[in-house]
């Protein structure tokens, strides 16, 4: 069963930026559609941004302009590039396979990446 490993999290200034990688092992990736969740405090798990197997890209409109989704299926990584950082982003990320998520079969989900946001 395919399994994630998210890093790259920590403190990150307002305005600032951060990068943060997914790498997916012991399943199918390269047909797969790939997104990045954030859970923040007292909230449920939702999308934030997704790729899918031809690099095509879809944002959530909070961070439209701001993150930018990308993929390399020769390392099984797909990156989330956060730029223009707001104290709303604050959260843990992780990140799975789209359409298991959305037909509620997805894989466990990983330990994810903590995001923190100051002013």
């Known amino acids: 069963q395919v399994q994630f490993v998210e890093s790259g999290g920590g403190w990150g200034q307002a305005g600032g930026s951060l990068t943060l990688s997914c790498q997916a092992s012991?399943?199918?990736?390269?047909?797969?559609?790939i997104g990045w969740y954030r859970q923040a405090p007292g909230k449920e798990r939702r999308l934030v941004a997704l790729i899918d197997s031809g690099a095509n890209t879809e944002y959530a409109a909070s961070v439209k302009g701001r993150f930018t989704i990308s993929r390399d299926n020769t390392k099984n990584t797909v990156y989330l590039v956060m730029n223009s950082l707001k104290p709303e982003d604050t959260g843990v990320y992780y990140c799975?396979?789209?359409?298991?998520?959305?037909?509620?079969?997805?894989?466990?989900w990983g330990q994810g990446t903590q995001v923190t946001v100051s002013t």
């Open positions: 012991g399943g199918t990736f390269s047909p797969n559609a």
């Open positions: 799975n396979v789209f359409r298991a998520v959305l037909t509620g079969t997805a894989p466990p």
